[in-house]
């Protein structure tokens, strides 16, 4: 299962920006997703995640500004991410839990990860 993630780019603090992941692949189901970040020097971060049936986790320093969503029948997810801070500059990962076909047509449980879109917030 491949991830594509985008919407990064450069917004004033306070501004919005949102991301999206694209799953591909011979996917049966795709069951958690979530979006990490990684500031430079510092560790990757969890900032949310998704259960298949909607249910959601947020790190406290997003919580009320950010809104984690997905559409199953897309195998998309999305991080709206409002009242952006220069804090939240980062590259956003996006990561899932998948279910898939490998090319013996088995099915095969991994988790993958996109290739990472920077946000920068700065003014």
């Known amino acids: 299962v491949q991830l594509q993630a985008s919407g990064g780019g450069l917004v004033q603090p306070g501004g919005s920006l949102r991301l999206s992941c694209a799953a591909s692949?011979?996917?049966?189901?795709?069951?958690?997703m979530g979006w990490y970040r990684q500031a430079p020097g510092k560790q990757r971060e969890l900032v949310a995640t998704?259960?298949?049936?909607?249910?959601?986790n947020y790190a406290d320093s997003v919580k009320g500004r950010f809104t984690i969503s997905r559409d199953n029948a897309k195998n998309t997810m999305y991080l709206q991410m409002n009242s952006l801070e220069p804090e939240d500059t980062a590259v956003y990962y996006c990561?899932?839990?998948?279910?898939?076909?490998?090319?013996?047509?088995?099915?095969?449980?991994?988790?993958?990860w996109g290739q990472g879109t920077q946000v920068t917030v700065s003014s």
């Open positions: 990561n899932a839990n998948c279910l898939s076909y490998n090319s013996y047509e088995e099915p095969v449980a991994s988790r993958s």
């Open positions: 998704i259960s298949r049936g909607g249910s959601t």
């Open positions: 692949g011979n996917i049966i189901r795709i069951d958690d």
